[in-house]
């Protein structure tokens, strides 16, 4: 059997502009645009690409973080929605948020 291994998670914006500069100011990350309708961050073992339109609907990505609260205040400053406030699971703790187009996201730290 073939080895696989995930890579590259995409997700749907339905205003491409507002999300680039969400994940930007929240989390750092800068974007390669493909066109006007696809920009990706490609600094990291995991690609994210985010595409122009509204469905179908993605998974919830889940981002490591190395200072939790750090990343809330950051996520906050954006004016984004905090879903579900830090709490902990076995090994760790996190926050769920949604980005401008309505995109669940996590952001994690390890104990």
Known sequence: ??????NY??????DLSASKTF???????????YGPDYACVETG???IGIAAGDSPTAPMPTFESDDLEASL?????T???I????FAFP???RFECLDPSGNRIAIYQND
Do not use: H, R, S
């Open 1 to 6: 059997m073939a080895k696989i291994t995930p």
């Open 9 to 14: 998670i995409e997700m749907k914006a339905a």
């Open 23 to 33: 994940y930007n100011e929240a989390l750092g990350f800068t974007f390669t645009d």
């Open 45 to 47: 073992p995991t690609y």
């Open 73 to 77: 205040n950051a996520v906050q400053k």
């Open 79 to 81: 004016g984004a929605t």
């Open 83 to 86: 879903v579900q406030d830090i």
């Open 91 to 93: 090994g760790g703790k």
